[in-house]
């Protein structure tokens, strides 16, 4: 069964902290991985992955694969109370590329 | 309108009421799906549609009836409901898998589900 696992499960940290998030994984033939922000309700795309060692980047935040170590890390740099938000680490099935498994997600709360 | 919206957002309901979830898509994708959020617990996959037609039922309990009449629309029917049912639901929609290669899904603001 495919596995993904975050964290931490929480982080409380203040405007203009550098944040780490951990995502790591267990599946059967990997082909990507993707992070989503929940804010309030539906959760919003922020990265795909596929390939090793290369940084995707978008604003202050970027993430990076390891597809050796199988983990991802979710980088933002100089946070903002707008960051609060869960951070969902998912991974979609090698067959369909539909039956995605999410880990529980990191609550990162921004405090002013 | 645009992305995938859900109606109702909120729905308190008892036992034995039977309610629908409705979701829709302005994106032009070939596939939906429907999710459970509980407190504490990663997102469940609980149904997949390709071209109105179910291509994944994730174990989901039979009080749980999907409905897919149009690439654009998906139903979640639900009928004497547990308590331990209360979630948020999600609906999302993606490209189909034979036309991408991969899965970006994009997901509906929810439906937030109490059962009594």
């Known amino acids: 069964e495919d596995k993904v696992v975050q964290s931490p499960l929480s982080l409380v940290v203040h405007e203009g902290d550098t944040v780490t998030l951990n995502c790591s994984y267990e599946?059967?033939?990997?082909?990507?991985l993707l992070w989503y922000k929940q804010e309030k309700k539906a959760p919003t795309f922020l990265f795909m992955l596929?390939?090793?060692?290369i940084e995707k980047k978008s604003g202050r935040l970027s993430s990076i694969l390891d597809k050796k170590e199988l983990f991802s890390i979710l980088n933002i740099t100089a946070t903002q109370t707008g960051d609060s938000a869960v951070y969902l680490c998912?991974?979609?099935?090698?067959?369909?590329?539909?039956?995605?498994?999410f880990g529980i997600g990191t609550k990162l709360q921004v405090i002013p | 309108e645009t992305g995938v919206t859900q109606t109702p957002r909120h729905l308190v309901m008892g036992m034995t009421n039977k309610k629908s979830l409705k979701c829709e898509q302005h994106?032009?994708?070939?596939?939906m799906y429907w999710y459970k959020q509980s407190a504490k617990k990663p997102l469940e996959l609980m149904f997949v549609?390709?071209?109105?037609?179910?291509?994944e039922n994730n174990s989901v309990p039979s009080r749980f009836s999907p409905e897919c009449p149009n690439s654009s629309h998906l139903f979640l029917h639900l009928h004497t409901l547990q308590p331990e049912d209360s979630a948020l639901y999600l609906c999302?929609?993606?490209?189909?898998?034979?036309?991408?290669?991969?899965?970006?899904?994009?997901f509906g603001p929810g439906t937030r589900l109490t059962v009594l």
């Open positions: 999302a929609s993606s490209q189909d898998r034979r036309s991408s290669p991969y899965n970006e899904q994009f």
């Open positions: 599946v059967t033939n990997f082909r990507s």
């Open positions: 596929t390939s090793s060692g």
């Open positions: 998912a991974v979609p099935d090698s067959g369909g590329y539909q039956k995605v498994t």
């Open positions: 994106l032009g994708h070939n596939a």
């Open positions: 549609y390709n071209f109105k037609e179910q291509t």
